[in-house]
């Protein structure tokens, strides 16, 4: 598939709690192209750089991104109206690879921490077998899409580093215990967060040399086209763009 650079109408955006926003843009092509884990290259009023955000969903000939105001590009985006135009790149990016063989028979574990739900929702519509997501956020006020997740057939354990919800924890916690005593070889794991999150995750995998497990890197990206390198992160096998490599990487390439 090929990205191309469009203009796309807003049909509409919702906003979901204090700051984060749900925005549904309309182009046959982007949701038809769009693969779980890809990412769309928003031009925004006002800013020099566009900005990076995950599909999170596709619904006919729309898609979706969910965002969280992260600065002055995303509080501008959050103010934009239905019919009115936005400059898109897009679908970027390497996704998720989603295995066929013995689907069914698998248990696909989705780790969450915070905005990082965002691409996970898109992959769990698309994936086969037992479907188990792990929410984290700092309090029930930042847990997002439980109900969506839900109502897609994932099972779904909630951890808040206040207590607030769920046990009083983080997402990584979750996945420790959700992984004693499984039997890893008929698990894989899909991870989005902070990287010391997906770092912890490796981690919690390190006695589970026959898991997979699969991460989305959440970073700053310039150009988005693998051009300025300013996304790169070292790995096993030197330095990777996060843009035009990722954003999602074996975990076991990185760590």
């Known amino acids: 598939m090929k990205a191309k650079?469009?203009?796309?109408?807003?049909?509409?955006?919702?906003?979901?709690?204090?700051?984060?926003?749900?925005?549904?843009?309309?182009?046959?092509?982007?949701?038809?192209?769009?693969?779980?884990?890809?990412?769309?290259?928003?031009?925004?009023?006002?800013?020099?750089?566009?900005?990076?955000?995950?599909?999170?969903?596709?619904?006919?000939?729309?898609?979706?991104?969910?965002?969280?105001?992260?600065?002055?590009?995303?509080?501008?985006?959050?103010?934009?109206?239905?019919?009115e135009i936005l400059d898109v790149i897009g679908p970027l990016g390497n996704g998720f690879f989603l295995k066929k063989a013995a689907a069914m028979e698998t248990t696909n574990i989705l780790v969450a921490g915070g905005i990082g739900v965002a691409p996970l929702m898109f992959l769990a519509e698309k994936l086969r077998g037992e479907k188990l997501v792990l929410l984290g956020a700092k309090t029930k006020k930042e847990i997002v899409c439980e109900l969506e997740f839900r109502r897609v057939g994932c099972k779904v354990s909630v951890a808040t580093e206040d207590g607030s919800k769920g046990i009083k924890g983080t997402a990584t916690e979750l996945l420790r215990k959700t992984l004693m005593g499984s039997e890893a070889g008929k698990i894989n794991i899909y991870a989005c967060g902070p990287q010391e999150m997906l770092s912890q995750i490796n981690n919690v995998i390190d006695s589970h040399p026959v898991l997979e497990c699969q991460v989305s890197f959440e970073q700053f990206m310039g150009c988005g086209l693998g051009v300025c390198c300013g996304c790169t992160i070292e790995t096993k096998h030197g330095y990777k763009k996060v843009c035009k490599d990722g954003p999602v990487f074996n975990i076991k390439d990185v760590w």
Request: no cysteine.
């Open 5 to 83: 650079q469009l203009k796309v109408k807003v049909k509409d955006i919702k906003k979901v709690n204090d700051n984060i926003f749900l925005l549904s843009i309309s182009s046959a092509y982007l949701a038809s192209q769009s693969r779980p884990g890809q990412f769309l290259h928003f031009k925004i009023h006002s800013t020099i750089l566009r900005r990076p955000l995950s599909v999170h969903r596709v619904k006919g000939k729309e898609a979706h991104v969910l965002f969280k105001i992260r600065g002055k590009g995303t509080e501008i985006l959050s103010r934009y109206k239905k019919g």
